[in-house]
């Protein structure tokens, strides 16, 4: 699921319920509907991604391409998946252990519960890599999956040492 987040930056949803079918093995893509906008996706994959769906246990066209998180998502929600992924960061190293109750954070009459690491971080991730790696806004957007730029923007985010070797490459100003 983590490759699959980092290389198309799909939500975890919609990531959870792929099943085989939905991979076309002739154009190397991976196609679905998104279930939060019902945008439809044909996602090629990169070579990474490609040999990772290869080294997949292959089933039946119906049948999961990640069957133990379908199972818990049917089981128990999708916000279990969610908690399994956020314990393997944990486990990881990548992530500090924060009990259940969390922290919430309100802005203006929104509250959410804050967790700076999660799933979703993957999708964020995706959007800021991908323009690291010089895509166009347009093709960024079109792999995401987001319609509108100021959605889009919210999920870039600037690479720090980028944004400095950019002023960098400003001419120096001679102070008289």
């Given amino acids: 699921l983590i490759t699959f987040a980092v290389f198309t930056g799909q939500r975890l949803g919609d990531l959870v319920v792929l099943t085989w079918s939905q991979i076309d093995f002739s154009r190397k893509e991976i196609l679905f509907k998104t279930e939060k906008t019902n945008r439809h996706m ?36 999708i916000g279990l998946v969610s908690r399994e992924f956020t314990d393997l960061m944990v486990e990881a190293g990548l992530a500090k252990f924060r009990p259940r109750k969390r922290k919430r954070e309100t802005k203006g009459d929104v509250s959410r ?30 792999i995401i999956g987001h319609d ?22 400003l001419p120096s100003l001679t102070v008289a």
């Fill in 42 to 77: 044909a996602i090629p994959a990169n070579d990474a991604l490609w040999s990772h769906i290869l080294t997949l246990q292959r089933g039946t066209p119906t049948a999961p391409l990640h069957p133990h998180a379908f199972e818990v998502k049917e089981a128990f929600g």
């Fill in 113 to 142: 519960e804050v967790n700076p690491l999660t799933f979703h971080s993957l999708r964020h991730a995706a959007a800021t890599w991908l323009r690291d790696t010089g895509a166009s806004e347009s093709i960024a957007m079109e």
């Fill in 148 to 169: 509108s730029v100021s959605v889009d923007r919210g999920y870039v985010h600037g690479n720090p040492q980028a944004m400095r070797d950019a002023l960098n490459r």
